[in-house]
Structures are given as C-alpha cells and as structure tokens.
C-alpha cells in the first residue's frame, strides 16, 4: 500500500484524530482529499503535478499548506486554525506527537454545512439581498488587496494571454473526445481576436489599480452564508491565477450562477459589485471573463474525467459537466465576440478597397479581395497586372463566378472559426450579393453591405493614377471601370441596417468613425479608444 493509500485509509477512520468524532466524511478533488470531522475538516493534498501546480514534494506541500491558512485568513477569519503535521512511529501513523514527519495537513474548522451556498440555493431560500451582501464583501476585500502597477502588471494583458494559451494547451487533448473541434477552435479565435482588440482596455485596467491579489477560485462551493460571509478555498499553489483583474473575480461566481441556473442572482451580484465598487469598466469585460472561467471549469472536469482511477459512473458525470462548461464558455464567445459578414459594393476606383483594407486593420478583421482570389486561382502572382478586356480571360465570366464561390467558401470557414470577414469586391450583381447573404445566413451571423459611392472624376483620376503602377494587387483601369458601370445593378434589395452608404470622396478616417455606428460595440472599443 502507498503512503497516499495508507494516509487515506487512516485519516478515514474516526479512532486516528486526537478530538472526538463520530464519523469522518470523505470527498476528493482533482488534487486533494478532504476529511470531514464533526467538528474539524483536514485537507491532504495529493502528491500531484499539473504544471500550473505542483505538490509534488513533502517540501512543497508544507509550504502549499502554510500559504493556504495564510491567505484564506484574510476572507475567513478564525476558520483556518493551521498546518498539522501526520508523523510516523515504526509502522503507525499519528496525527502529531513524536516521529518522522511523512505528511502535512491544512487544519479547518467545519463551516455549517446547511450555510454553504449551493446548499441555501438548493433549497430555494436564494435571495438579491444576500448576493448584494456578497458583492459588498468582496468589494470591500479588493480594496484592501489591490496592487501597485509594476505588480498588477503580472495580470495584465501578457499574463491573461499567457493563461488563456495554457488553457487551450492544456485542453488540446480533450478534442474530439470531450470538446468538438470547432468549438476549441472557435474559443481560441475569439480569445485571441478579444486580447488584440483590447489591448489599451487591459493596460488601463493596470494602471487604474484593478488588478488585485484576490481569491481566485471564487464559485458556489467556496462560499459560506454565514454572518459575515466566508469565502474561502482561495488558491494558493499558483498566484498567477489568484493575482487578478477584479472583473475576472466577479465573472467567475456569475458565470457559476448562470451554470447553475441562478442567473437573475448572478445579474444582482454583478450590479452590486459595480455599485459598491464603483467599476462600471468591469462590464467590459465580463463575457470575456465567463467564458475564461467556463473554459477553465471544463479543463478542471477534463482532468478528473481523465483519472482512470474515478469509477466509470462518476467518470461518465465528469465527461457530461465539462461539455456543458464548454459549451457555456461557446456561448459567452458568441457574446464577446459578435461575429459579421461585410461585402464592399462598387465600381472599379470607388475606393472600397481601401476600406476595406482599413476596416481590417481598425477592427481586427479579415479580409478577402477578390482581386488576389481571382490570381491566386490563376496560379498567378497577386501582384501581377492583367490587361485583357471585361469579360474576357482573367475576367471571363467563368472565372468570375468560381472567385466569388471561392470568397464565399473563405468566408464561411473564417466565420466557423471565430473570425469575423470583410469580403473586398465589387459586388456589381445582384446575384454575387445573394450569394453572400446566403453565405451569412448559414453561418449565422449579420450580413451588412457598405455601398462606395465616388463622382466620376473622381473615380477616373484613381483608375490613371494606379494604371502607372507597374505591379497592383487591383487591375481596376478606366476601361474596366466603363465596361462594371454598363453592367452596375444597384443594391436597392436592401434596406435597413444591412446597407451603409458611404462617401468615398471624403476621407477615409472620416468614414471609419461613422462606421463605428453600424459595427459590435466589441468592435468599437479597439477602434475608439487605441485598444487594437
């Protein structure tokens, strides 16, 4: 038998503790057992390494011990009583006294059991007014724990990224067993896209002093609704997760609430935290934070699933609870990152390839030109001119229609993924337009048409300037221009919020700014305030 084994097997018996008890409840966790007294709960952490943790030594898991009665003193005073040490006398083990020291546990006294939220939830006695209190709490405790800036730095945007790749890392095994391949797939697209937006948002939320050394595990089973309440559990074993934005805090127990089907209770949480925190910026942040935390939920019931030493029942439960964290965190993805189809429309010269180009760049969105389509299904080189009339070679009809399908088929694999995709042509057809709303329309987004318009003299002053060029993406030239405008049926179809029309004789910042008025406020944020 393993010194594990042996200490779970006597550490379950009510005869090896020093005080009365009539009976010793056992649970685990994917790192440690916890042994339930009548009046007293020991922890012994499981000689384990995650990576993000490690107990893997006696040393490690003595010094894991001390932190935890430490930090958790600070939001459940009095409960954490201290480490004791398991010894061992020739082939008996003893809860202190004298011997070798073989293992040590965190010492706790047990909180009421019928208090723990999960349990007052269960029996419906939730209320507004005792998640309100729980936000003032933790309000409060954020006050006193926030860091200085040089230390804050550790969670900010690096950190957050750095924590966000762990986690799809450390998941990519789970794919196609426990998570679909689009759907990992969609999560990391729409994490990588919301960290290059926001850059401005995250360095800010640094400076401001937001960023704090809280508790970091913050859920229904760490929390106790006494007077007042307890939330412990914190984590000790790595401070880059317990070190956090304070929004990451409050999504956590609100994404846990919605999980859990509490989501009026998790709506109170989050206003009174705002309220008593005076951080409205938060909110910002919120869906990106629940879907971090959903993620990590599942990679936590991925690794139990994965302990082939669980019963093939409670591995079966395991493997059902973390596809619905992932599933739940698809869902805030969905939120944060609103995805949208946009198709340019206009004659050859009407600048919409400039926008669109710019577009891409503000917003941090792909784009697909027809122009280097059409080359590369060529097998020419995208900067290569091609001067054959309208209607002929490179633009034979023909080949019109397969760059349009291709761009189409682009578009709906970029949308599967997470992105969002600006198709950059001229859209001169009502067909080609069909086709792309088709196209948004199966992959389930918003379709919007932004209409360039630009006067003829203008138009032909842009045609000769870049006919001068000896190497263009574009091959757009005067004659090109004539032959599109016979042929030009206006996007009159549309109406509403699914057509722009814009003035591309006016400069191109201009039209970007009012562009911020018909694009996802994720989206506006990195264009107005520097954060992508």
């Not at 990992?184 to 994490?191: E, G, N, P, Q, V």
């Not at 704090?212 to 914190?234: M, R, Y």
């Not at 409205?280 to 990106?288: I, K």
Request: with cysteine; charged share 30%.
């Amino acid at each position: 038998m393993t010194l594990t084994a042996k200490l779970v097997e006597r550490l379950s018996d009510p005869t090896f503790y020093p005080h009365p008890t009539g009976s010793v409840q056992v649970l685990q966790t994917h790192i440690s057992w916890l042994f339930l007294t009548d009046e007293f709960v020991y922890k012994l952490k499981k000689p384990v390494d995650f990576g993000f943790l490690d107990y893997t030594t006696l040393k490690l898991r003595r010094l894991m011990c001390e932190q935890e009665v430490q930090l958790n003193s600070r939001l459940c005073p009095g409960v954490y009583l201290g480490v004791e040490e398991v010894r061992q006398r020739g082939e008996e083990l003893y809860l202190g006294g004298q011997g070798e020291v073989v293992e040590v546990l965190v010492k706790m006294r047990r909180l009421p059991a019928e208090r723990m939220l999960r349990q007052v939830l269960a029996r419906g006695e939730g209320r507004a007014e005792l998640f309100a209190k729980l936000a003032r709490t933790l309000a409060d405790f954020h006050a006193r724990a926030r860091l200085d800036e040089h230390a804050g730095a550790l969670k900010g945007l690096a950190g957050v990224r750095h924590n966000c790749e762990e986690n799809f890392t450390q998941t990519e095994r789970y794919v196609g067993q426990l998570v679909t391949p689009a759907v990992h797939a969609f999560l990391r697209t729409s994490t990588e896209l919301f960290l290059k937006r926001h850059r401005e948002l995250f360095a800010r939320r640094v400076r401001e002093g937001r960023i704090v050394d809280g508790h970091g595990d913050l859920h229904l089973d760490s929390i106790c609704a006494t007077e007042p309440p307890c939330l412990f559990d914190c984590i000790e074993f790595n401070e880059r997760f317990r070190i956090l934005d304070v929004a990451e805090e409050v999504a956590f127990l609100a994404m846990d609430l919605e999980f859990h089907g509490h989501a009026p209770f998790a709506r109170a949480f989050v206003d009174a935290y705002v309220e008593a925190s005076g951080d409205g910026e938060l909110l910002q942040l919120l869906e990106f934070f629940k879907a971090y935390r959903a993620f990590v939920r599942a990679k936590v019931h991925s690794f139990q699933w994965e302990d082939q030493a669980e019963e093939e029942a409670r591995r079966g439960r395991l493997a059902e609870v973390a596809r619905r964290y992932y599933e739940l965190a698809l869902e805030y993805a969905h939120a944060f990152n609103p995805r949208r189809l946009i198709v340019t429309c206009g004659l050859a010269g009407s600048g919409k390839s400039t926008l669109a180009r710019r577009l891409g760049e503000r917003y941090a969105v792909e784009v697909v030109r027809s122009d280097v389509v059409r080359k590369e299904l060529l097998g020419l080189d995208p900067q290569q001119r091609c001067h054959v009339p309208f209607g002929e070679g490179e633009y034979a009809p023909s080949v019109t229609e397969r760059t349009y399908w291709a761009m189409m088929e682009r578009a709906e694999r970029l949308l599967a993924q997470g992105h969002s995709a600006i198709l950059d042509a001229s859209f001169i057809t009502r067909q080609h337009r069909r086709w792309a709303v088709e196209a948004a329309h199966r992959a389930g987004v918003p379709f919007l048409l932004l209409e360039c318009r630009t006067s003829d003299e203008v138009i032909r002053e842009r045609l000769r300037r870049r006919a001068a060029r000896t190497s263009s993406v574009s091959d757009g030239r005067p004659e090109i221009y004539e032959a599109q405008l016979a042929v030009f049926e206006p996007p009159e179809e549309f109406r509403g919020t699914e057509k722009v029309v814009l003035d591309r004789s006016r400069d191109v910042e201009e039209l970007l700014a009012e562009c911020d008025a018909v694009v996802p406020r994720a989206w506006r944020d990195a264009a107005g305030k520097g954060d992508g």
